[in-house]
């Protein structure tokens, strides 16, 4: 490349970098706050994988409400949680009862009940939405395939990630698993356990581990959706509540978009 032409291309680059840092569509000034929360799954879930918590033991459901109260910091005025869309009415019914009667029983009782609801009573929010979406994927098949194939690179990382990713550990508090679970290494962790190791799993031309992994990551773009697709207004303040992975994934949407400004975890989980 001629020296003339290197310029033009630096100059343009320079103009272009200077264009956005002034353009209004960036001012994090203007955009909606969000706390993306991870949890892992407190009750009853469709996840492949599940942690041994009891959700009715009466010192987890006293140290989730400690947990709400400091999240109640944030003051949001919408919160999303991992239900399904066409489930949010039902939700709401469920969340209502519970505005009327805080100590009611809960047939199934999950961290949307023992985090949301509570934060939602104590900061007036009135209504929750479910952004979730739920597809299938065939991990085991991947995992068969990457033992045909003796793939050290994939059959090392899961098996090193087996001992990484075990997540309940009885001496610790239910806040110090949230805080392992919402810092950036962990959650990385997660995308990468989840998705983006698959790649390395394929025979010649035929892409079965990436294509796999593509379905996680339609999932939460589908997902990604559906907040979009929520109903918000200038000022609103939005929490979201989901697992991890989910949370991984957001994380990474939320902090290139024009309309969103992620607010750090840590901030409110002290």
């Known amino acids: 490349m001629k020296l003339s032409s290197l310029i033009i291309v ?23 706050k969000v706390l993306n929360l991870a949890s892992f799954h407190m009750g009853e879930t469709n996840d492949a994988h599940k942690t041994e918590y009891d959700e009715n033991d009466p010192k987890n459901k006293k140290e989730n409400q400690i947990i709400a109260a400091m999240l109640a910091d944030f003051k949001p005025t919408v919160i999303c949680v991992e239900d399904l869309p066409k489930d949010t009415d039902g939700l709401n ?7 009327k009667d805080p100590n009611m029983k809960f047939k199934k009782m ?7 609801f509570e934060l939602g009573r104590l900061t007036g929010v009135r209504k929750l939405y479910g952004i979730d979406h739920r597809m299938g994927y065939d991990y085991p098949k991947i ?13 090392n990382y899961i098996h090193k990630a ?3 990713g075990s997540f309940i550990n009885e001496e610790l508090s239910t806040l110090e698993h949230l805080k392992r679970l919402n810092t950036s290494e962990y959650l990385d962790y997660l995308i990468n356990v989840n998705a ?7 025979t010649k031309d035929n892409f079965e581990g990436a294509n796999e992994a593509a379905e996680f990551y ?11 697709q929520v109903p918000l207004k200038e000022g609103d303040r939005v929490f979201i509540l989901m697992g991890g992975t989910h949370t991984a994934f957001f994380n990474s949407f939320i902090k290139r978009s024009p309309k969103y400004d992620l607010v750090p975890v840590s901030d409110y989980l002290k």
Do not use: C, H, P
């Not at 995992?143 to 059959?155: Q, T």
């Not at 983006?196 to 394929?202: G, K, P, W």
């Not at 339609?218 to 979009?228: E, G, P, Q, T, Y």
């Open 10 to 32: 630096v100059s343009m680059s320079l103009v272009s970098i200077s264009f956005f840092a002034q353009n209004k569509i960036l001012d994090s000034n203007s955009k909606i």
């Open 93 to 99: 019914k469920s969340y209502q009862n519970f505005l």
């Open 110 to 116: 999950s961290e949307v009940q023992l985090i949301a």
């Open 143 to 155: 995992d068969s395939l990457a033992k045909v194939l003796d793939n050290k690179v994939y059959l």
């Open 162 to 164: 087996e001992k990484y």
């Open 196 to 202: 983006d190791m698959l790649t390395y799993v394929a």
């Open 218 to 228: 339609k999932r939460n773009l589908r997902m990604f959706s559906n907040l979009n």
